[in-house]
């Protein structure tokens, strides 16, 4: 009787247990397609004719020029990840699916019309058409997910993308899904350090002035080249921002074919939903470990 016990004891846990561990290890709801294919979403750094850099660099991600071949400065780049050049080459690959990528952001619509200057707003997801100006970002933007995990925030610019000296872009309230697209009319400059978020998926080219970071996202370049001076782009690991793990803030849109749409929400995982499932893998170990090895005839 008493193995008989044990065993209903066992299963009850085992019942009990995986349904809370499947509930907080599942995937988020919606892991579709990404916007970002994955040779594109490997790269930090994407230029078409060139990629130059002045000073100390440091990127975390792939380096790559296509279908031109010069790197030029990389002697002082601290670089996580490979330099790819030439049309035959990953950045060949990833230059194709830039454009598929600036494509599918136009067909989103127009979205809400904004003001130039972004400064001082706190904007939820969404799409947010952004006219030229002589500068796009003076002061902070703030980017608030609602606790979203899956938020997404695109930005049709209709031209330029400029940025101001000392300007900040701000992420709060989301997780590891979301998504930060700048799609570029032209060309994206970002001022003297400027702490900025997210991808630019640039028409024509990208510059970063001294000083200037990307937190989390890449400056991707379609026609023109990638100008860095005294840089840091991180497109994996984002150490310290809301949403680390999102891959360079890749997440948030779902695409099937041509069409683009959002990711359907997800709740920011609580720090105690860990701890949950902690202690009820927990619970199924020690039971385990208390089961008999042997039953005695008759018992």
């Known amino acids: 009787m008493r193995a008989k016990n044990i065993s209903r004891l066992l299963a009850t846990r085992l019942i009990a247990t995986v349904p809370l561990a499947a509930f907080l290890c599942s995937p988020t709801p919606g892991s579709a397609t990404p916007l970002l294919g994955p040779d594109l979403t490997s790269f930090a750094v994407l230029g078409a004719s060139t990629v130059t850099n002045t000073g100390a660099t440091t990127i975390d991600g792939n380096v790559g020029v296509s279908p031109g071949t010069a790197i030029t ?101 989301t997780g590891a899904g979301a998504g930060i697209y700048w799609d570029v009319g032209s060309s994206a400059t970002l001022g003297t350090t400027t702490a900025f978020e997210g991808n630019i998926l640039s028409l024509a080219s990208v510059t970063l002035n001294q000083g200037a970071t990307i937190g989390c996202g890449r400056a991707l370049a379609e026609t023109g080249a990638v100008t860095m001076i005294n840089n840091t782009i991180n497109s994996a690991g984002c150490l310290g921002t809301v949403g680390a793990g999102s891959k360079g803030y890749s997440g948030g849109l779902n695409v099937v074919g041509s069409a683009v749409s959002f990711l359907p929400a997800s709740p920011v995982p609580e720090p105690g939903s860990i701890a949950l499932l902690g202690i009820a893998l927990g619970m199924l170990t020690v039971t385990l470990r208390r089961r008999p090895t042997h039953v005695a005839p008759g018992a």
Not at 145 to 157: D, E, H, K, Q, Y
Request: proline share 4%.
């Open 73 to 173: 400065g990389s002697s002082t780049i601290t670089l996580t990840g490979t330099y790819q050049t030439g049309a035959s080459s990953a950045a060949g690959v990833a230059q194709t699916e830039l454009v598929t990528a600036i494509n599918n952001l136009g067909s989103l619509g127009p979205g809400t019309t904004e003001q130039a200057n972004l400064s001082g707003l706190s904007l939820l997801p969404g799409v947010y058409k952004v006219p030229a100006g002589t500068s796009n970002l003076t002061g902070t933007l703030t980017l608030n997910g609602n606790g979203n995990a899956n938020a997404g925030w695109v930005f049709l610019m209709a031209s330029t993308l400029i940025t101001s000296p000392g300007s900040v872009i701000n992420v709060i309230n």
